[in-house]
Structure formats: structure tokens, C-alpha cells
């Protein structure tokens, strides 16, 4: 078991494991009843409906099953965990009708080889809708291999170190330790794949509690000045570029390794 940050990156290892015969449908759906007991799926608009089966979006929507069959029929191998921000939407093909949806949730699940990509949103309590794009552009795998997206991780958290010690957020938060421990112990906790790396899974686990400090010192309460709010922000900018790094990096090896894995037997 391992906690991981976003149903994205579910999708995308348990889609890929089932591709390559590593896992079964009933396997995919168990692993993503964790981010919300009711998964569905449905097409951004008629190009999209008309390429993957799915209904478009306002209808009522389909199951995983559906959705997995469609990744088949199109051909679809691996997938990529995207983690877009403002200024940098690698990973989606180009602008296209997937990037503001991808930007404002901030993940996505990118099929590169069917050209489509998959965004979660929480509808309701309990559901999870996943609306399907075509990809305008041919995304372009862009990952930090994970030893050196580790490595730049603990170097971040290193250089932050300083500056958020110098700012004393724990002054100013008392119980920062505790929003810190709550964040990380209600993260979803999801089985893998038999074969997950062991090291993919050290680096996700790394990635949620630096990203539970990172929404510690990035409360209001953190800086008692304009010119301290913006040397924090200095500070945190490239700790969170990292844990994106680092999470895509160890997405992408396990995805790696699992397809590599049942290729060859």
C-alpha cells in the first residue's frame, strides 16, 4: 500500500498495467474507488464521443469498462501522468481544449498513442467524473528520469529549508506540525500493481509529505510581511516544481518497468 497524490496518476499506472495484461478491469476500478466509490467517464465534445464510444458530456455517463475498451479500439499503449501549471503545459500536445480544464485541476492522464487525455472533477460526494479530450498535438514525453527527480527533490527541500526557517512559519502557525500530519494521513491510501517499482513508490511517498509542508508554509499566517510573503513564495516556487518533477518521474519508470515487465513474458 502507498499514499499518491492524484487519480491521474491511478489512472495512468492501472490503465498501462491493464494494456499490458498486468492487471484486470475489476483491478482498475478497485484502485480508483479510492479517489471516489463512483468512477465515470464521459467525452468533451462530439469528435471525442464519436472516436472513444463514451457519451459526450451532459449525458449520462459511462463506466470504466467503456472507457477502457475504447483505450484498446484506439490503440492506446502507455500513459503519462501530466501535471500542468501556468507557463508550463508540457505533456498536452499544444494548446488544445484540454489545457484550461487540465491547468485549472491541475493533472491529467495523457493516452499519447490514442491522441487523448483524460481530466478528473470531483461532481459529487463520492464521484469522480473524468471528461476525455482528443489531443489537438503529438505530446512530446518530457520526464526527469527518477534518480535525478529525487535527487532534485531533496537538493529543493534542502535550499527551501533555510528561507522557511529564517521566515519561522511554526512561530506564526503553532500547530503547523499537526495541519502537517492530518494532510498526510488523509491522503487516499491504493494497492498497485504486483511488479510497482519499489523506488516509484519512495518517491510518491516523499512527494505527499513534502507537499503537505508546502501547504503549511504557504498559509496566510506563514509571513508577517509583503517582503517576507514573497521571499516564501521565492522559496516554495522550485520546492513545487520538483515534487512535480519527481512525481511524473516515478510515474513514468513504473509505467516503464510494468510494460516493459509483461512485454517480455
Known sequence: MGTVSVPSASLAVWASAWLHGAAAADDVLDALSAWGELQEFVAADQETADRTGLPIDGERAAGP???LGALRKLGADNAALVLPIPGDVRGLGGPGPVTRPALERGEAAVFASAALAAVPDDVADGVLRWTVFSLTGSPVADHTPIGEAEHGMTVAVREAAAT???LDVARHRPNVRAEIAEFISTRPRL????GMPPRSLRVLERSVEVEA???AAEGDG???SASAARARADALRPLGDAVRSARCGAIAE???QLSGQYRRS
Open 65 to 67: 469498462a467503456l472507457w
Open 164 to 166: 522557511l526557517v529564517s
Open 191 to 194: 494497492a498497485w500493481p504486483t
Open 213 to 215: 509542508i508546502l501547504r
Open 222 to 224: 506563514g509571513a508577517v
Open 254 to 256: 513504473a509505467v516503464r
